[in-house]
């Protein structure tokens, strides 16, 4: 082989690497900031890129994705999207509660945004008008912080005799007081009092629980919030431990023992989030893309967990129910 055939060969070979890193450099990037932990919440993540992947953006073939999970630590999230404005995103997906949203908004005018959002995204001053919500923010609602007052109705049926109902809250969620005014207007007519306790770390778990029952409250409702769905078997051990019938949020909660969830499915939540998310990446604005609401709200409730509390589930509950687990 002549010299300077085996040269040109040569560069050609180290031409290679070279020409897949700049294809890799050029791959759009997409920011995925969560106020959830990755270890228990990973199957939002799947519903997020399979969104993407039915839009045609493959993870790894056609986008990047760089993930940020604060893991129910409201204080981390402003660093952690900061670090991802820092990245160049192309596109930030703000999920896994309100804060997150909150976080990306302050770090960015320019970046468009798509979140989550179990409230409504309008009285909080997240956007200004669903249809059309202009700047650059978009996303998808799915109501499970307006469910208070259901899941109290929900509860009142399986424990009829609790006419004290607690209320776990944790004080750092930008949606606690509202959240706490739908249930107590919710409990007024079904003459039920509450007993409202705060849990922002863990070591107040035991602690809440405690005061719940010295305040003899006989059910419990476990607010919406990252930080508790990040908590998720050490809550449902608790509510165990002191035989109290809890209602939550997820159906995952029901799963891992808790007695019934009421709320919508975050997954085809997540998947519309995706699916915006190409949109954006193929040129679209997100203010002219109006915010989607999710519809479906699921009642799952947990046969096992209410025979060992010796509840008596009554038929009319059990046929509305999306879902009974033996």
């Not at 050490?234 to 431990?241: H, I, M, P, T």
């Amino acid at each position: 082989m002549r010299r300077r055939e085996f040269i040109t060969l040569l560069g050609g070979a180290a031409a290679l690497p070279l020409a897949a890193r700049a294809q890799h450099q050029a791959m759009p990037v997409i920011g995925f900031l969560s106020g959830l932990s990755a270890w228990e919440f990973a199957f939002l993540a799947t519903a997020f890129r399979r969104g993407l992947g039915e839009s045609g953006y493959v993870e790894g073939r056609d986008v990047s994705i760089e993930y940020r999970w604060a893991e129910g630590h409201y204080d981390r999230l402003p660093t952690l999207a900061s670090e991802l404005v820092g990245r160049r995103v192309s596109v930030l997906a703000a999920t896994g509660g309100i804060a997150s949203v909150i976080a990306a908004k302050a770090a960015t005018t320019a970046i468009p945004i798509v979140f989550t959002a179990g409230t409504d995204p309008v009285r909080i001053g997240i956007v200004p008008n669903l249809n059309r919500p202009g700047g650059n923010v978009t996303g998808v609602i799915f109501f499970n912080n307006m469910l208070g007052p259901k899941r109290l109705q929900v509860l009142h049926e399986l424990a009829p005799w609790a006419t004290m109902v607690g209320v776990m809250v944790n004080p750092k969620n930008p949606n606690t007081e509202s959240d706490l005014e739908d249930v107590r207007s919710a409990a007024k007519p079904l003459g039920l009092e509450l007993a409202v306790v705060n849990a922002s770390i863990e070591r107040e778990f035991d602690a809440a629980f405690v005061k719940l029952v010295e305040q003899r409250a006989g059910a419990l409702i476990v607010s919406p919030a990252p930080f508790f769905g990040s908590r998720r078997d050490q809550l449902v051990a608790l509510a165990a431990q002191h035989s109290l019938p809890a209602i939550y949020e997820f159906r995952e909660f029901t799963a891992a023992g808790g007695l019934a969830s009421y709320g919508t499915n975050p997954a085809e939540a997540y998947r519309h989030v995706g699916v915006y998310c190409a949109r954006i990446l193929r040129g679209e604005k997100p203010g002219d893309l109006p915010v989607q609401q999710s519809t479906k709200f699921e009642l799952v409730i947990n046969l096992k967990t209410a025979r060992t509390l010796s509840l008596n589930i009554p038929p009319t509950l059990l046929a509305l129910a999306d879902e009974v687990i033996e």
